[in-house]
């Protein structure tokens, strides 16, 4: 199958968001440029890890003077939900940030997860090969990147309580803790 590239070059929106009930929540990057919207799926776990080394990149890139990248506030990440209509156009696999010192651009890239994790991976990442994962790669300021972090950290914080004693989600039923020998805790 031919790869497909969604290449957005400072989009007009880039975020992190959700469809679903907290517990059963499906993640998604999302980029609209005008009325093109993109729409990639990706575990809860990897918009946790994207959001702490894209806020590090950022740490560094305010260390070095670089206009926008200080930490704003959260309140200031765009609430709204997610464009419709969400078409998933491929879930993530890999995930890579960078930072392009010629435009001053952050750039981050969402890879198709694919079944053959053998594959040699300077094949697997040759971006002239017709073949291969569907990419996704957004260039954005730094400031829309402090605001991507922003919205993200809201995200990932509304979903279900952690328990106090073991940390793993709570259900509105409670869950059985292994801190309290599988007994459930209310």
């Known amino acids: 199958m031919t790869r497909r590239r969604y ?12 469809v679903g009930e907290p517990g059963a929540r499906v993640f998604f990057l999302q980029a609209r440029e005008g ?12 918009v946790a890890a994207l959001v702490q080394r894209l806020d590090q990149l950022l740490d560094e890139l305010d260390r070095r003077g670089i206009e926008g990248a200080a930490s704003v506030d959260a309140f200031d990440a765009d609430p709204a939900p997610l464009d419709e209509p969400i078409n998933e156009a491929f879930r993530a696999g890999t995930l890579s940030l960078g930072w392009d010192t010629q435009d001053d651009l952050v750039l981050l890239e969402a890879r198709e997860q694919t079944e053959d994790e053998e594959e040699d991976e300077e094949e697997a990442f040759d971006d002239d090969n017709e073949e291969g994962p569907d990419l996704l790669r957004v260039r954005m300021t730094a400031l829309a990147a402090r605001a991507f972090v922003g919205r993200a950290l809201r995200v990932l914080a509304a979903g279900r309580p952690p328990c106090p004693l073991c940390g793993q989600p709570l259900d509105p039923q409670g869950h059985l803790c292994p801190r309290r020998n599988g007994h459930r805790l209310n």
């Open 7 to 18: 290449l957005f070059d400072t989009p007009d929106r880039f975020i992190a968001g959700t």
């Open 35 to 46: 009325a093109r919207v993109v729409s990639v799926a990706l575990e809860k776990v990897q």
